[in-house]
């Protein structure tokens, strides 16, 4: 069953402004990541937190974590026609090598 | 160097046919994987490897088959292909836990 849920499923914003996007999962986990797919492309590793962190910086980007609320968001902060992609977040529950389960994404649009 | 890498990139057949898919990764991961993409651009787990043994298999038809030649590489083969197949398959690898890094893709239509 899937985990992540995104929210929205599509944002359009202009240029320089701020991005948030939003996951909700269902189960308890190890750590959520975050991905980036450009169109046609394969996904790209953004940022991981783990269970017990609660927020987390990389470059223009912020990921916080809430798992009282089974949710985290990603801010794009100072948007770049660049961002343009879709946003995944994916949940580590499981022990050994169990994969990631992925939500269905949230596709961001910079407008120049 | 290319860290995880898959072929072809591009792939089209009739229903019925058999396929295969190569991936190989040169960043020493323990663990690879399959996951399938759909024009809606879900992601599905289909096969996990790690160190040659299946780690995970989720509900996947028998139709499909990983086959890992060495901790390297992981390839999947298709029988008889159906409609329902067509996808963009990506490969992946990471090591216990950690971030994943995706192949390309590779981008199956079955006619």
Known sequence: SQQGEEDPQALSIQEGENATMNCSYKTSINNLQWYRQNSGRGLVHLILIRSNEREKHSGRLRVTLDTSKKSSSLLITASRAADTASYFCATDGGGGADGLTFGKGTHLIIQP | ?111
């Open chain 2, 1 to 111: 160097d290319t860290a995880v890498s898959q072929t072809p990139k591009y792939l089209v057949t009739q229903m019925g046919n058999d396929k295969s898919i190569k991936c190989e990764q040169n960043l020493g991961h323990d663990t690879m994987y399959w996951y399938k993409q759909d024009s809606k651009k879900f992601l599905k787990i289909m096969f996990s490897y790690n160190n040659k043994e299946l780690i995970i298999n989720e509900t996947v038809p028998n139709r499909f088959s990983p086959k890992s030649p060495d901790k390297a590489h992981l390839n999947l083969h298709i029988n008889s292909l159906e409609l329902g197949d067509s996808a963009v398959y990506f490969c992946a690898s990471s090591q216990v836990r950690g971030e994943l890094f995706f192949g390309e893709g590779s981008r199956l239509t079955v006619l």
